[in-house]
Structure formats: C-alpha cells, structure tokens
C-alpha cells in the first residue's frame, strides 16, 4: 500500500484535502481524532493521564476536560513530555491497526498536524503540505473557527513555518483561493501522482521516464528533493548504511538532466541483492539489466552494480547500489567533490556535457583524469555529504 502523509498548519485547509481524498478513495487516518479516541472514558489513556495530572483534568461527566488539561500543560515543557508520552503511543497502535486494516492497494493518507515538527517525514513514501497565506489562514480562523485576532495569530505563531513544511514536502497544494480550486489540484495529484505511485509500489516497477529537455539550467530543488529521498531511505534501512546524493545535481550551479543520482554502498553484491526487496518496499523497485560502470580512459574495464528506479512519478531517479571502496563508488564522491570544490571544473564539465549529447566522451575522461590529479594534490578521502 502506499502510505502518504498529510500536514498543513492551522487554517490552511489541510481537513478539507483530507475529505476530498477520502472522496476519492483513499483511506484517512487523522492523528487528531484519534488522539480524543485513546483518552475517551474508560479508556487506559484517560485512567493514566488523571494518575499523571489529577482528578482535576476531568469533567463532572468523567471525560477528559481539555481546557484544564491544556492549562497543566502550557508553559510546562516536563508536563507536555508527559502528556506525550501518554498520547503518542496509543495513537501510533491505533495508527498501525488501521494501516494494517486497509487494504493492499489502499493509499493511506495520514493526516497529522505536527509531521514536520516531529520528523515524521521520512516514514512516508510521499508527503503533502497545503499550504495558505497569512492572512487568509487569519481570516478563516476569525470567521469560520470564531477566534479573535490574537488568538489566531496566537496558534498560527506556535506552529512551525511554511518554509519547515516545504523542505519535507513532494507535493505542495496551495490553497489560497476557493473550495473548487483546491478540489481541482487535488483531484489532479489524485489522478496524476497517488493512484500511479501506489499502482508502481505494488507492482514493484519503476514510473516510466517521460521524455524532456536533456539538460537543464541547475535548479535549486533538486538538492532539497535528493535530501527527501535520502531521509527516505536512512529511516528505511538504517544510519549505518551508506547514502550520497551524487551526480550532475548534487552539484550547485551545474547544468544537468532533471534526474536525481543517489548511491548506496554495501559491503558485497550479494549484500546488494539482499536490499532490494527492502528497497522495493520503500518505492526504490530494481532495474533488471546487467548493470555496470565504465572506467573513462581505461578500454574494456567495468565494475558491476545493481540500479534502482523511483516508482513515485514525481521524481526521476537513478539509485546505483555499489560496492564501497570500488572504483566506480570512488568516482562517483570524488567527481562530485572535485566539481563541488573547483568552479573552473564544474565549468569545463558543463561545457562537457552539452559535448557529450552530440557524441564526445573526451572532456568526460578529462574530468576523470583532473578529479584524480586533485584527490592526490588535497589528500581528498571519501566521505559524508
């Protein structure tokens, strides 16, 4: 199934997406109400919380009294932490239950309120933030929600910023402007990016690459997707694994394809191969092929690796799976270093590039041979982004 996180902050009608998705068949699982549902009467959540706080944060009725317990809890960053701890497990059980209720070609949008501040990003295999100006997030709060402007601007303030949202974001839905228009764009996400990927997970295959410009003048997104992507994977397969953004867009300021090269190394191939229903699973399905890299300058030489593909289609991507320490996992940091580092190479490499589409490969075995030259002059090593 494909698991989809849905965030927003408050006003900016990340409910009424949520509803029209739920239309269009996916399954909702709002954080919000379910953290009422594991503190209802009777409930282990309330009998813990009243051992925590008192009999005061109850209601004549026996139901949680929010307001009182919101008072306990304001200012209180030891009190909120306990809150916390009480709430946020029960709601990720339930979460789990309902996940696992729905059906194996089910989208499952989790509509969470605080998925950026809390890191959740990564735990999804795409992330959509809607988003809303200020004032028209003030507006909505004042005449729908009956909030007085101090209020609203009160709550808007204590959430984390639009800019936070977007950096974890792969689908921004703008919604300044009227009900229709935001079914529009979601309906079209719906259509165009959900039911595609979902259909791509199951199958374990690759979104196919739609043809367009070779190369593009460098774009600033494609470090902040190529860092989604990553987090991706790190939470997926551990911090002790090995992933770099590499490539032509791993390289600020130089002209590239729109395709996002990751590298995962591994200790073997047989390493490589045990990853890849892991991969798979997190929307990285294996390429077939006899996959390998070639040595610029050095005729005949090869060195094996496996490829992935993306089956979001929203991102073109290569992922190569390479041993670490091999020749070609060496090339791919220490190009994309010595490009990094040296303008006038990163240059010459562009120029090289709009040479290498009509057919010349020398600049490219130059580059090779200058990367070299460089990593032996700086005693450059191999290491993080």
């Not at 950096?167 to 039911?195: G, I, K, S, Y």
């Not at 199951?202 to 997104?221: F, I, N, T, W």
Request: proline residues 5%.
């Amino acid at each position: 199934m494909l698991r989809v996180g849905l965030t927003g902050g408050i006003g900016a009608g990340k409910s009424a997406v949520a509803r029209r998705l739920a239309e269009r068949g996916a399954v909702i699982i709002d954080a919000d109400l379910l953290s009422r549902e594991v503190v209802q009467p009777g409930t282990e959540g309330l009998a813990e919380i009243v051992a925590a706080f008192g009999p005061g944060v109850l209601t004549p009725d026996g139901e949680l009294d929010r307001p009182a317990l919101g008072a306990e809890v304001f200012g209180d960053e030891e009190a909120r932490r306990r809150l916390e701890r009480i709430i946020h497990p029960r709601v990720r059980q339930r979460t789990v239950e309902m996940t696992r209720a729905a059906g194996a070609d089910a989208v499952v949008v989790n509509d969470v309120p605080l998925l950026a501040e809390v890191g959740l990003a990564p735990t999804y295999h795409l992330v959509i933030v809607v988003t809303a100006d200020r004032d028209v997030r003030l507006e909505r709060l004042t005449g729908l929600r009956g909030m007085t402007a101090a209020e609203a601007a009160a709550r808007i303030d204590a959430q984390t910023d639009d800019d936070h949202r977007r950096a974890v974001a792969d689908v921004v839905l703008e919604n300044d402007t009227d009900l229709d228009r935001l079914h529009a764009r979601v309906d079209l996400v719906w259509r165009e990016r959900l039911v595609e990927f979902e259909r791509n997970l199951r199958l374990r295959r690759s979104a196919p690459r739609h043809p367009g410009p070779r190369v593009l003048p460098s774009d600033p997104e494609w470090p902040r997707a190529a860092a989604r992507l990553v987090a991706r994977l790190r939470h997926g397969l551990g911090d002790d694994v090995g992933i770099h953004h590499i490539g032509s867009t791993a390289v600020p300021g130089l002209a590239a394809q729109d395709v996002i090269d990751l590298m995962i190394g591994v200790r073997t191939l047989d390493e490589a191969d045990a990853l890849a229903g892991t991969l798979a699973d997190l929307g990285f399905p294996e390429r077939t092929g006899d996959w390998s890299d070639h040595a610029f300058g050095i005729p005949g030489r090869t060195w094996p690796k496996r490829m992935h593909g993306c089956a979001d289609p929203g991102y073109r991507v290569d992922l190569h799976v390479r041993v670490t320490g091999s020749p070609g996992w060496r090339f791919a940091l220490l190009t994309r270093d010595h490009l990094r580092a040296v303008p006038e190479a990163r240059d010459a490499y562009a120029a090289a590039k709009l040479s290498h589409v009509r057919g010349s490969r020398d600049r490219l075995e130059q580059e090779a041979r200058a990367a070299d030259d460089w990593a032996e002059a700086t005693g450059w090593q191999p290491g993080a982004d």
